[in-house]
């Protein structure tokens, strides 16, 4: 029976590529181009492909693949892939089409779970939003994440910031965030976390070599910078290691949403890039549980939600925040999608 090729997923390479290029990244552009023009040396791969159900731009199909020849160009075992990740050479059509050609099973294993990249450079934007929160209604913070990955923005407080002209954080952590900022600089609070914990459906742990490998394959070859930033967050993260449940997000959160919340706490909601891999049902629910467990925060449990997510129109990355007993939600910035850069709005 032949397979019928979805017009989405069929030009997601080029798409991805473009979106590559325009956010400074041409190396990975010309992989992924590549990959469009040598897919067919993959039947397992290009199967998946053609096959690809919903959004393939939602579910960062290019990058998945990208994240496996990364990997398969880590492990050394294809030189000549490895070298031109190395930025040795530039045979991009050579390189890639060995690598689908006789890693196909391999890269489309590695297609069936989606992206993590567990970007520490986002939690600029959600330590801005506690900030701003913070500066609202001075009160301590328990951090609820959904999609929280290797659990590695649970450790933002154990990290540094420089956000405009505003410093934040903890100044002798390895890891140090400075994206380039735009706008008026975010409200100088302090920020105390006393509790962080969070859910995925395959969480990563930062003690186990393999998962380490894989967070590092999702990182960009031609930006050492994020991948040395993400190496550093890993190491304080085994000796501080994050508080991530295996499950479903929608329940997860229905059960902390149900737990008694001390007076004095302010219980903050937060995900990154988690958005896009859900149904609309699933948002919808989520956005109505919100809103329930809204309607029951008062001054002294108040309850937020801090999301940075891609528009439904995917024009833009909002760092978005909704404050309850009030419902005030306001979009705070617009926002790089790896935390390169931040452009502040504030409420």
């Known amino acids: 029976m032949k397979m019928l090729v979805r017009s989405g997923a069929s030009h997601a390479f080029v798409r991805q590529a473009e979106t590559c290029r325009s956010t400074g990244s041409s190396f990975i552009a010309s992989v992924l181009e590549a990959v469009d023009r040598q897919i067919s040396l993959a039947p397992l791969t290009s199967g998946l492909v053609r096959a690809w159900t919903g959004d393939p731009a939602a579910a960062a199909l290019a990058l998945r693949v990208n994240g496996a020849l990364h990997a398969l160009a880590r492990r050394g075992s294809l030189p000549h892939l490895t070298d031109l990740y190395r930025g040795d050479h530039e045979d991009f059509d050579g390189a890639i089409a060995e690598a ?14 989606p992206t993590q990249t567990n970007e520490v450079a986002r939690g600029a934007a959600i330590i801005s939003a506690l900030m701003a929160v913070a500066a609202r209604r001075p009160m301590p913070f328990e951090l609820l994440e959904l999609g929280a ?15 405009g002209s505003v410093k934040a954080g903890d100044a002798s952590s390895a890891v140090q965030i400075e994206p380039e900022w735009r706008g008026a600089d975010p409200p100088s609070a302090p920020v105390s976390v006393v509790s962080a914990r969070g859910v995925d459906l395959n969480p990563l742990s930062a003690a ?4 380490r490998e894989r967070l590092l394959s999702f990182t960009w070859a031609d930006q050492p910078a994020r991948s040395q930033r993400l190496e550093a967050a890993l190491q304080i993260a085994i000796a ?9 997000a929608k329940l997860w959160l229905a059960q902390r949403l149900a737990e008694r919340q001390p007076d004095g706490l302010c219980r903050a909601v937060v995900h990154t890039m988690f958005l896009q891999y859900l149904s609309d049902r ?8 919100m809103a329930a467990a809204g309607g029951g925060a008062t001054a002294e449990r108040p309850l937020v939600e801090i999301g940075l997510e891609w528009t439904t129109d995917r024009r833009e990355v909002q760092l978005r925040c909704t404050r309850w007993p009030d419902g005030e939600s306001a979009v705070l910035a617009i926002c790089h999608p790896y935390g390169d850069w931040m452009e502040w709005r504030g409420f």
């Open 240 to 248: 501080h290691p994050p508080q991530v449940h295996r499950g479903d």
């Open 100 to 113: 689908l050609s006789q890693q196909d099973a391999f890269i489309a294993e590695w297609m069936r779970y």
């Open 149 to 163: 990955s290797c659990g590695l923005n649970l450790n933002l407080a154990r990290y540094g910031y420089r956000l």
């Open 208 to 211: 186990d070599p393999m998962h």
């Open 282 to 289: 699933d948002r919808q629910d989520i956005a109505t549980m």
